[in-house]
């Protein structure tokens, strides 16, 4: 009999088609999540599941559907699951690193940029009808073009953000737990230095690393003192990596200039006074939202899954000890 597998959420019709060719699929076709009763229910009796990082996928649901061998995310972050809970009951997770980087990356690069050079202000400012001359210091930013920028987390995607930035002939400098090689340090035109060294030096600081209990809060006012007066910072890594209360304070303090937001500590909740303050680009989680990339995730989600159904390793298992 084919295994059965539950999507929990719209994705892209390739991915779905593709499973079908060897699965039974259960498809919550909707953009509306399902609440944690009804994934535990749906659940029941499958095979596997490909979620996304609106689903909380916890141990009680595991226990739940003790049929489950595969959880698939349509993500490359995965701090939705319960890691070593999985590992425990000998679930394979996966994600879809690699796909993404490049289109997050541009992201990235776009809040440096629009965060830099004050482009949602100046947007609102206009439609707002309140253009009535150029000025000499209408709506005066930050130069990209010459500053040093500071990569927190030297994975993929910072790499990725290091490459665009030698093109505005930026400084790199970044810190990350695991340092690269010379010889990749060399090639990307970065130099290693010290988490607090960077915000101290750094014109731009932008956030690439995973959400774990090191990193959650690894920016909250200390941190945003160390900080320029005239620096911007970008996170589209996770949310909680930066306390969101701290940053508004600083943004509205003038503690650092700006900064744009792709992310956010309680999503899709976004921080009231975030919504209030100029300095502040905002977008709702669309890092890697370019319809090749997200369908090319969900291809990707769906291909993990059917290895790891069918015994394979899957591409991207990120517990590949429960294949020992
Ligand atoms: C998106 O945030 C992802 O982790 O892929």
């Excluded at 290693?192 to 920016?219: G, M, N, W």
């Excluded at 306390?243 to 937001?261: K, M, N, P, R, W």
């Excluded at 015994?311 to 517990?319: F, K, V, Y």
Aim: with cysteine.
């Amino acid at each position: 009999m084919l295994q059965s597998v539950l999507i929990s959420k719209h994705i892209y019709g390739e991915a779905v088609a593709f499973l079908r060719e060897s699965v039974r699929v259960d498809y919550h076709d909707s953009d509306e999540g399902l609440p944690a009763r009804d994934l535990r229910q749906r659940l029941s009796g499958k095979a596997g599941l490909v979620c996304q990082l609106t689903d909380r996928v916890d141990a009680p649901l595991m226990d739940a559907a003790p049929g489950v061998k595969v959880i698939s995310n349509v993500a490359v972050g995965f701090d939705n699951i319960d890691i070593p809970a999985a590992t425990e009951r000998g679930i394979m997770c996966t994600n879809t690193p690699g796909v993404l980087t490049n289109t997050t990356a541009d992201l990235a690069f776009t809040l440096i940029l629009a965060a830099g050079r004050r482009l949602g202000e100046a947007e609102r400012y206009l439609r707002a009808g309140r253009y009535k001359q150029w000025r000499v210091d209408l709506l005066t930013g930050w130069d990209i073009w010459g500053a040093t920028l500071g990569v927190f987390g030297m994975g993929r995607i910072g790499q990725a953000v290091a490459r665009r930035a030698s093109g505005f002939n930026m400084r790199v400098l970044y810190y990350d737990p695991f340092r690269q090689s010379e010889r990749v340090e060399r090639e990307l035109g970065v130099e290693y230095v010290p988490k607090d060294e960077l915000l101290v030096q750094s014109d731009f600081v932008t956030l690439h690393c995973a959400l774990t209990p090191e990193t959650r809060h690894l920016i909250s006012t200390g941190e945003l003192q160390l900080m320029k007066p005239t620096a911007v910072l970008v996170n589209s890594s996770r949310g909680p990596v930066v306390d969101e209360a701290a940053l508004a304070d600083a943004l509205a303090t003038g503690t650092i200039a700006a900064a744009g937001l792709d992310v956010y500590e309680n999503e899709p909740h976004v921080h009231p006074q975030l919504l209030e303050l100029e300095n502040v680009v905002i977008v709702p989680h669309i890092a890697s939202a370019s319809i090749r990339t997200r369908t090319r995730m969900c291809m990707l989600a769906a291909e993990n899954m059917l290895a790891g159904l069918a015994g394979r390793r899957p591409p991207n298992i990120l517990n590949p000890e429960v294949l020992e």
